[in-house]
């Protein structure tokens, strides 16, 4: 599945017998259902969690906006791909994960990391050169080795100004009052995606998907994400709400995503 040139999304990895607006349904139904609601399972090796790989080469690095979008595309578009559907091969690890308490863990690879991770089952999306894997979820102790090694922490990226979003796009809001690392940005805008897809009505989630789910990522200041949050309770927008494992204090609002005009 590629998107179109307009959309400026390339996914790689999707699947290439996708069954259209049909099989479409199935999976946006689940994923408008919710994610969550079990709780941790009594052995923490079974913890489930997407494991996402963020391509950062130490020579000409991307820019942070692009690879945020591309984790956000990437995260998405897997959930929403033809084989975590009925009968899918990836539906089990797919439900086991979703349907527990998410979690996402982002790591870093470049060189021969980054070909070893293309080789894990998952999604790729590459944004203006920026690119971005999702993997099939799975228990937290039965990581690929080749994923295992990846560093989670440590490398971060400048913050750029891409300027103005496109409106026909969605737009992805950081909490910039948060100053999240670029590890847990991508984590968090992960969830966003998912959030925003789940929401739309399924013929806007279907049109997004065939431009690769292309979105906007932007940083808001404090004004903005004051009047971000009035559309959160207008119901015109969606927010992410952090379960405070790792950085944020429990509770906090991340990320605020808004439909595109499209």
Known sequence: MTGSPECGADV???SETDTGAAGFHFRHAELAQGYGGAGDPDDP??????????????????RRSALLEAAAAASVALCLDERVGPGGEWEQPYLGWKRSRIRKVARRARGAQWLAADEVPGVTVDVDGAQARALVPGPVGAVDPRIKRLQIGGTDLEHDDPGPADPGLPTLWVNSELGMTLGKAAAQVGHA???LAGALPEEQAYRWSRCGFRCAVREADKDRWAALVDQVRLGTAVAVRDAGFTEVAPGSLTIIAVPGSK
């Open 45 to 62: 090796a079974m913890v489930q969690a997407m494991q996402m790989v963020l391509h950062i080469p130490k020579a000409d690095p991307p």
């Open 193 to 195: 995606s998912m959030l």
């Open 12 to 14: 790689r990895d999707g």
